[in-house]
T-cell receptor, first 114, second 112 residues
Framework: DAGVIQSPRHEVTEMGQEVTLRCKPISGHDYLFWYRQTMMRGLELLIYFNNNVPIDDSGMPEDRFSAKMPNASFSTLKIQPSEPRDSAVYFC????????????FGSGTQLSVL | GQSLEQPSEVTAVEGAIVQINCTYQTSGFYGLSWYQQHDGGAPTFLSYNALDGLEETGRFSSFLSRSDSYGYLLLQELQMKDSASYFCAVRPITGGGNKLTFGTGTQLKVEL
């Protein structure tokens, strides 16, 4: 299995632009998580899906952030409009079931908003 | 809520043993996990303690004491490649049982 695949690996954009991050979970994993990592705040859970349905989006910073999972093999995290404080590494992770403590993380997207 | 505290940095020499502590304040959780993250890399799962006691996986061991609100990761026979950040994490029972919450992270530096 190729693991969790994220794209792009790096994204540099200007403030005000729309940013879309993409994730393909491991086949057969019912849970998908979006995390954000910064030096100041560490690893923060933004939102997670179960069987393509958003279950908890309480970690989404504000309305500028949105996430979708149109099918079992694809999810997007969108920031519109982007701001410099959104600069971070965004990780997608998947898990086969809720009792499995083992999350499989993608390589992350390093986002820089200028 | 959940709060997991770890030392920010630990330094040790190659071949030594190092313990990375995790103290937590949480209303209840299913178990304590540990993840490793190399610079520029993704977090990868190391171990999980559902019950109190010691779990051993090769050179790495993890310990949990719920009564003491404390856990640790023990790394033996340190190698240079063990230089990385290590995170403890819990999945709280309330507020969303599927949400894995991570600690502040400990950067381990292994020196010659």
């Amino acid at each position: 299995d190729a693991g969790v695949i994220q794209s792009p690996r790096h994204e540099v954009t200007e403030m005000g632009q729309e940013v879309t991050l993409r994730c393909k979970p491991i086949s057969g994993h019912d849970y998908l998580f979006w995390y954000r990592q910064t030096m100041m705040r560490g690893l923060e859970l933004l939102i997670y899906f179960n069987n393509n349905v958003p279950i908890d989006d309480s970690g989404m910073p504000e309305d500028r952030f949105s996430a979708k999972m149109p099918n079992a093999s694809f999810s997007t995290l969108k920031i519109q409009p982007s701001e410099p404080r959104d600069s971070a590494v965004y990780f997608c992770a998947s898990s086969p079931n809720p009792t499995n403590e083992k999350l499989f993380f993608g390589s992350g997207t390093q986002l820089s908003v200028l | 809520g959940q709060s997991l505290e770890q030392p920010s940095e630990v330094t040790a020499v190659e071949g030594a043993i190092v313990q990375i502590n995790c103290t937590y304040q949480t209303s209840g959780f299913y178990g304590l996990s540990w993840y490793q993250q190399h610079d520029g890399g993704a977090p990868t799962f190391l171990s999980y303690n559902a019950l109190d006691g010691l779990e051993e996986t090769g050179r790495f061991s993890s310990f949990l004491s719920r009564s003491d609100s404390y856990g640790y990761l023990l790394l033996q026979e340190l190698q240079m490649k063990d230089s990385a950040s290590y995170f403890c994490a819990v999945r709280p029972i309330t507020g969303g049982g599927n949400k894995l919450t991570f600690g502040t992270g400990t950067q381990l530096k292994v020196e010659l």
